[in-house]
């Protein structure tokens, strides 16, 4: 087991949200895992095929971030995609629809579980190779800024966040659109989602510097280290990044310090991670912290939770029987989509 | 005789080379501890230590173009591309380094490299994990291409990709890793420049390489027992191409099918077409046919994804139909 790294503290107590604000990020959590957790059983039992990735442990990155962002922002993904396609607001039964293969999925059952579109909620994808996200929420921050000041209009301040892994930072495209990203003052969030491991590479075997958040310095951008299994550090975090994005500032780098419950996909054997390792983490577990601390501050009560649960339950469930009875595509439609319709 | 699965005999190929030449080495991505993504290298670093089966970050053009510079300066580098498709960010430095820079150079250097790993269509794994990358890079001048296809010549090509001293691109595919087959005890080679006779027969060609083989295969038993005597010849050489091979089918059948994996346009048939027209025009008694992926990003979809590419049975119908054709 490898050093852990002192986690960033954060005060809690400092952050005071609203009852409200405290409900609408628990019961994105919920639904980050319980969705995820119906993903791993209907693998195993046939429904969807190929590298599916869970998100299992890492929720509280999704949620404190999308959710601190208005539905007219950006959000790029990865390979490990669903929950922050359900963050940014695409319906559970058309994220589970598409892990069916099936045309009421969100890629129309074309992009399968790495490849999860939705331009209605301006996501932007879903990229099954590491690191070509990142272009591509520099282009859609560009736009943003290329619609206020080229074209002039002033409410153009959408705000681009991109998600990526601590192996991605190893790669070229990260350091390049840093560069761009300052270069330009981009409105753009980099949401590194350390979770120590890329497949079965230690992130101290893959890097020289293993504090990403410093990396962001070297460019002129602020980097912030972030304890990615607590929902309200990730949220105040995010807020001063969206912040300074939409205020014309530029972008924000946040590593948040996180770990995945399950493999790396539900193909991984997950030999490499020590039980140890596993356990440290686990008792960690962003949700079950969250929820006492919404009881501890009497943010909300048990039975109100409770029916959260429920109620998140019930959709999952929903998504699953809708995803069973929705249509395959069509053969005929075999060739569709690959160039623009009138 | 040992029966061995065709990734353990991609091990046993690396493992017997890095034994035999110390120059040889391995990179890619969790090559190293993790064993490789298809148990390629399982436990070769503890043999001969973590440099020479070297876990790279992801970083693909970067290592790959690292790669060239230890290949020119004397080792053999092994590059893993944990699924092929990954090669893509990589192609400047194969294209313009492994593949061109003997030529610029004027025969300064020379790149003893493979480029290996797992490509094609496998199951439901998404347009970018299904690519077919030979088909892309055949264009690149100084680059060879190989697809095996079964353990036996699996091991045997390897060994002779990581003695040659030219780049090669190695494919292999992602549904075949797990066929068996009993492999000699005693060490061989298969050349990479020979297409391999898999059936013989008089009626038509059937070209074919990696996993399409054992479609072709499939469908010769039904045309075997519809009275048909197909010779089935596996590239194996993507580039060069084995025009010895094929010219010597031809002039026996004198009608050719290819089934290929790789998509229609610009694909592989589509080369060995224009150049079969080519060289043997006369020869032939029909226009030679191609089968081939459809020319969309692979869809995700399981039955849309079987619609892509090229079934058993479309081959029986072709054979068919080109030999009802009257001369
Ligand atoms: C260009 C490219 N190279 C390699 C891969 C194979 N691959 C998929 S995920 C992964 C590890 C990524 O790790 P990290 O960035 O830490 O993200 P995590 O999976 O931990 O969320 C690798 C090597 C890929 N998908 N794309
Ligand atoms: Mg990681």
């Given at each position: 087991m490898v050093q852990e790294r002192t986690l960033p503290m954060f005060?809690?107590?400092?952050?005071?949200?609203?009852a409200e604000e405290g409900l609408r990020l628990f019961e994105d959590m919920v639904l980050g895992r319980y969705f995820e957790d119906r993903c791993a059983e209907m693998y195993y039992r046939g429904k969807m095929f190929g590298f599916v990735h869970l998100y299992n442990g890492q929720e509280a990155v999704s949620s404190g971030v999308i959710k601190s962002l208005r539905p007219d922002d950006y959000v790029c993904s990865t390979y490990r995609d669903h929950v922050h396609a359900l963050s940014a607001g695409v319906p559970a039964r058309n994220v589970m629809a598409e892990l069916f293969g099936k045309e009421t999925g969100c890629s129309r059952g074309r992009g399968g579980s790495m490849h999860l579109f939705s331009s209605e909620h301006n996501f932007l994808g879903g990229f099954a190779?590491?690191?070509?996200?990142i272009p591509v929420a520099l282009g859609a921050a560009f736009q943003s800024k290329y619609r206020r000041?080229?074209?002039?209009?002033?409410?153009?301040?959408q705000v681009a966040a991109c998600f990526f892994g601590d192996g991605t930072t190893n790669n070229g495209q990260f350091f390049e659109c840093l560069n761009m990203a300052a270069l330009w003052k981009l409105p753009i969030i980099f949401v590194v989602?350390?979770?120590?491991?890329a497949i079965g590479m230690a992130h101290e075997r893959s890097t020289?510097?293993?504090?990403?958040?410093?990396?962001a310095g070297v460019f002129g951008i602020p980097g912030v280290e972030v304890d990615g299994m607590d929902v309200l550090a990730v949220h105040a975090a995010a807020q001063t990044a969206i912040a300074r994005a939409r205020a014309g500032e530029g972008p924000t780098l946040i590593e948040c310090l996180t770990y995945r419950?399950?493999?790396?996909?539900?193909?991984?054997?997950?030999?490499?991670?020590s039980k140890e390792e596993k356990q440290a983490w686990q008792a960690r577990d962003p949700l079950s912290k969250f929820e006492a601390y919404l009881l501890e501050q009497k943010l909300a009560g048990e039975p109100e939770l409770k029916a959260i649960k429920q109620k998140i339950q019930d959709t999952v469930d929903e998504a699953v029987k809708f995803a069973e009875e929705s249509p395959d595509p069509s053969?005929?439609?075999?060739?569709?989509?690959v160039f623009a319709e009138e | 005789m040992a029966e061995t699965f065709l990734f353990n005999a991609l091990r046993e190929a690396i493992d017997e080379e890095m034994g035999r030449d110390e120059t040889v080495f391995v990179l890619g991505e969790d090559v190293g501890h993790y064993g490789g993504s298809y148990k390629v290298t399982k436990d070769l670093y503890q043999k001969y230590g973590e440099l020479r089966v070297l876990d790279t970050p992801i970083a693909e053009n970067s290592f790959t173009g690292m790669a060239i510079g230890a290949a020119m300066t004397g080792l053999r580098p092994i590059i893993e591309?944990?699924?092929?498709?990954?090669l893509l960010l990589a192609f400047n430095q194969i294209a313009n380094?492994?593949?061109m820079l003997r030529y610029t150079s004027g025969g300064n250097y020379k790149i003893p490299m493979v480029i290996r790993g797992p490509g094609g269509v496998g199951r439901q794994l998404g347009a970018e994990h299904s690519q077919r990358l030979e088909a892309y890079f055949q264009?690149?001048?100084g680059l060879k291409i190989v697809a095996c296809s079964t353990p036996y010549n699996a091991k045997g090509l390897l060994k002779s990709a990581i003695r040659d001293d030219n780049p090669v691109l190695f494919f292999e595919h992602v549904l075949l890793y797990n066929l068996k087959e009993d492999l000699p005890n005693h060490e061989y080679l298969v050349p990479i420049d020979r297409a391999e006779i898999v059936r013989s027969g008089k009626d038509v060609t059937l070209l074919t390489y990696s996993r399409m083989r054992h479609h072709v295969m499939q469908a010769v038993k039904t045309l075997e027992k519809d009275g048909f005597d197909p010779e089935v010849i596996?590239?194996?050489?993507?580039?060069?191409?084995?025009f010895e091979t094929i010219g010597a089918s031809i002039q026996k059948t004198h009608r050719v099918i290819v089934v290929e994996?790789?998509?229609?346009?610009?694909?592989i048939a589509a080369e060995i077409i224009a150049s079969i027209n080519d060289r043997?025009?006369?020869?032939?008694?029909?226009p030679v046919l191609r089968l081939s992926s459809q020319d969309?990003?692979?869809?995700?979809n399981g039955k849309l994804e079987s619609f892509t590419i090229v079934q058993p049975k479309q081959i029986v119908e072709a054979v068919k139909k080109m030999m009802a054709l009257q001369v």
């Open positions: 005060q809690a107590a400092s952050a005071q949200i609203s190779f590491i690191g070509e996200g000041d080229a074209l002039g209009q002033n409410d153009a301040d989602e350390n979770n120590k491991w020289s510097q293993p504090e990403i958040y410093r990396k419950f399950r493999g790396h996909s539900l193909a991984d054997p997950d030999e490499m991670r053969p005929d439609e075999l060739h569709r989509y | 591309g944990m699924n092929m498709g990954f380094n492994a593949g264009a690149v001048p596996d590239l194996i050489s993507l580039k060069p191409i084995d994996e790789c998509m229609r346009t610009a694909g043997c025009f006369d020869e032939l008694d029909a969309i990003p692979t869809p995700y």
